[in-house]
């Protein structure tokens, strides 16, 4: 070997061993939707960028450790949550309550692992926001995750702004109004909407922008093509480094952190389906419907005709003693005998990619969103809460890609949605303009990409840090 061929392989060596012995330092918020992506980023920070990592985890919703032998993991007392059954989304203000309790256990947690380890940065969920102090208080850069979309992020921020302008009075009279600045987004569309508590959740959405803009660099589980007028808009707002370096689903499973368990039979019946017939239908983690919606749902399903794989999650139906399946009248399961399937948590990444599924009815989840845009399925949406009403005005009215129920439908709309999105000529459009998105989401991936790129870029800013 040449002299500059040793130094150079040297140089490479020390570097790879730096990254090793350096290690970062994840909290996710205690919810499927955000521990998911932030397992996925743990892994591609470790299989991909070779750095050592810790989870911060709290009893409510913790991570099944033996699943995950490479990573370290450190449970932080969590007693407001504590009380709180699996995955059921907190009382009251659930960000608020969290973010005053969470921070002095992270920071001893973090005492603790700075003792004995030398930690390049943190990475914290949005969300939560007071995180950023004990950074500050323990001079650790901070990276934010933000495991929900750029488009929503980016109205999220103006909401205090929107508030203090007065242009959020009387919100329930001006419903159908679209926002001048993001247009097609309408005034129903926002989280506040329906909510008694507006003065609360502004302050929520004041503390998140108003703390994400002093952390070091900002993640987001997208791809630069998918966003790039909401990610250029974002980038103008805040002065630091903005990574899309998703999808995240296409580097390392959502199944690996599912917290329930998966039915697989769901696969077996899909084989037995024709080729794109089947309405995959699933409203995510935390979403729940009252009895009257939850027959509309099956009543809308049953008229349209198509066959369907439904998954009725326990506790998916608000008040319901009985199971929710139990629920379903006898001849409705007569109506749909022979052409559904019905099971409590499907393999949903697998579901979307079998040549069965012709559409997703989802209720807007951000990963659902990404993961059915990854495998090409057109969707119909019905939103719940959140950042969902956005995401399903989003992918209907700007990617075009899905037909939006709103909040409140009947089994009516749900038999014309489903006509539309599986049989009309609109329906093979929106399949055609998904089936582009797929392979843009794949190409990004892919050397010279621009989430590869992002990722690359990432990785050297971590070594940079501190
Ligand atoms: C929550 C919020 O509802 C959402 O708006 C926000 O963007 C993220 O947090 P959640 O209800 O969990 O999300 O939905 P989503 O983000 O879509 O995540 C659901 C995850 O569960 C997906 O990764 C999906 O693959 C998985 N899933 C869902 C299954 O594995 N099986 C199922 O049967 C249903």
């Not at 979309?149 to 679209?178: C, D, I, K």
């Not at 630069?224 to 370096?245: C, G, H, N, T």
Request: aromatic share 10%.
């Amino acid at each position: 070997m040449e002299e500059t061929q040793i130094e150079f392989h040297w140089r490479g060596c020390s570097r790879w061993l730096e990254k090793i012995m350096s290690r970062v330092v994840l909290f996710p918020h205690p919810g499927q939707g955000h521990i998911t992506p932030m397992f996925q980023l743990a892994n591609i920070l470790h299989h991909t960028m070779g750095f050592a990592i810790s989870i911060v985890y709290t009893q409510h919703n913790g991570p099944d450790i033996s699943r995950h032998p490479h990573f370290n993991f450190h449970l932080i007392s969590d007693p407001v949550t504590a009380n709180d059954s699996p995955n059921i989304p907190f009382r009251g203000n659930p960000i608020k309550r969290f973010n005053d309790h969470c921070a002095r256990p992270f920071k001893l947690c973090l005492d603790g692992i700075l003792s004995s380890d030398t930690v390049r940065c943190i990475v914290t969920d949005a969300m939560l926001y007071s995180t950023q102090a004990v950074a500050d208080e323990l001079n650790i850069p901070r990276i934010v995750l933000r495991t929900a979309g750029v488009h929503s992020f980016v109205l999220y921020a103006a909401v205090p702004l929107l508030h203090q302008t007065g242009y959020l009075t009387n919100m329930e009279a001006r419903a159908e109004e679209v926002i001048p600045e993001f247009p097609p987004i309408k005034l129903k569309d926002i989280p506040l909407f329906g909510d008694n508590d507006t003065n609360g959740k502004v302050e929520t959405f004041s503390n998140i922008f108003t703390e994400t803009k002093k952390c070091s660099a900002l993640i987001f589980n997208t791809f630069e093509e998918l966003e790039s007028p909401d990610l250029a808009k974002l980038r103008r707002q805040l002065d630091m480094p903005v990574f899309a370096i998703g999808p995240f689903n296409k580097r390392f499973s959502a199944a690996e952190t599912s917290m329930l368990k998966e039915d697989r039979s769901s696969i077996d019946w899909l084989d037995t389906q024709a080729l794109e017939s089947v309405l995959y239908v699933s409203f995510g983690s935390i979403a729940a419907m009252d009895k009257t919606t939850f027959l509309e749902v099956a009543w809308g399903l049953a008229n349209s005709g198509q066959p369907f794989l439904w998954v009725i999650r326990p506790g998916s139906i608000n008040g319901a003693a009985s199971a929710a399946s139990e629920m379903l009248p006898g001849e409705w399961a007569e109506e749909v005998s022979g052409r559904s399937c019905v099971v409590e948590w499907a393999p949903q990444e697998k579901v979307l990619a079998h040549s069965a599924v012709g559409g997703f009815w989802t209720h807007s989840g951000w990963n659902s969103t990404m993961e059915s845009i990854c495998e090409g399925v057109p969707m119909m949406c019905a939103p719940y809460f959140a950042d969902q009403m956005i995401n399903a005005r989003w992918v209907s009215e700007v990617l075009r890609i899905a037909i939006n129920l709103e909040r409140v439908f009947t089994r009516r709309d749900v038999e014309e949605g489903i006509r539309r999105l599986m049989t009309t000529a609109e329906g093979a459009e929106m399949q055609r303009r998904v089936a582009a998105l797929k392979e843009t989401a794949a190409a990004c991936l892919g050397s010279g990409g621009s989430s590869y790129e992002a990722l690359e870029s990432l990785s050297m800013f971590i070594m940079e840090l501190g």
